[in-house]
């Protein structure tokens, strides 16, 4: 099954500058519990982000070229795959838009914020195909820049 799994600020907004606009340590941890023992599934330039192979998980990179640094799959290989496993889709932005037909979850975070000029969105969810499941406001933590809800979605 594909899941995907981001956070987003009040407009959408994923990304600016190639990193997270934010510092959200209560939802790093959201992600961590959530993807933990999973496979996540990434484009390139969000591996090229990471500070390394995040612990107990298996990394596939979606690329064309094959890599030594780490697994890689065609988006073809990610579908048939999907059919056996749970895979974790974790961006960017391309990604996540290429994958949304396919995906049956969907774990959102809102950051309550509005980045100013991104350069990268989630894809937006139609309510008509994916059903809000689960809802959960979170007030910052002392690690936190911001209040943040966390919703699961389904098809």
């Not at 890599?67 to 999907?82: H, K, Y």
């Amino acid at each position: 099954m594909i899941i995907m799994i981001y956070a987003c600020d009040e407009n959408n907004a994923i990304g600016k500058d190639g990193d997270l606009p934010w510092r959200q340590s209560t939802d790093l941890q959201h992600f961590k519990s959530i993807t933990s023992g999973g496979t996540i599934v990434m484009g390139r330039k969000t591996w090229e982000s990471l500070p390394g192979k995040l612990p107990n998980r298996s990394h596939i990179v979606l690329t064309r070229g094959s890599r030594s640094d780490v697994e890689t799959a065609t988006f073809d290989d990610i579908l048939e795959m999907a059919k056996s496993q749970d895979l974790f889709v974790i961006g960017g932005g391309e990604i996540y838009e290429l994958f949304l037909p396919h995906a049956e979850i969907i774990h959102r975070t809102i950051i309550h914020c509005i980045v100013e000029q991104p350069d990268t969105f989630a894809p937006k969810i139609d309510d008509l195909i994916f059903t809000l499941d689960e809802e959960k406001f979170v007030e910052k933590s002392p690690r936190d820049q911001y209040d943040m809800t966390f919703q699961k979605l389904s098809k």
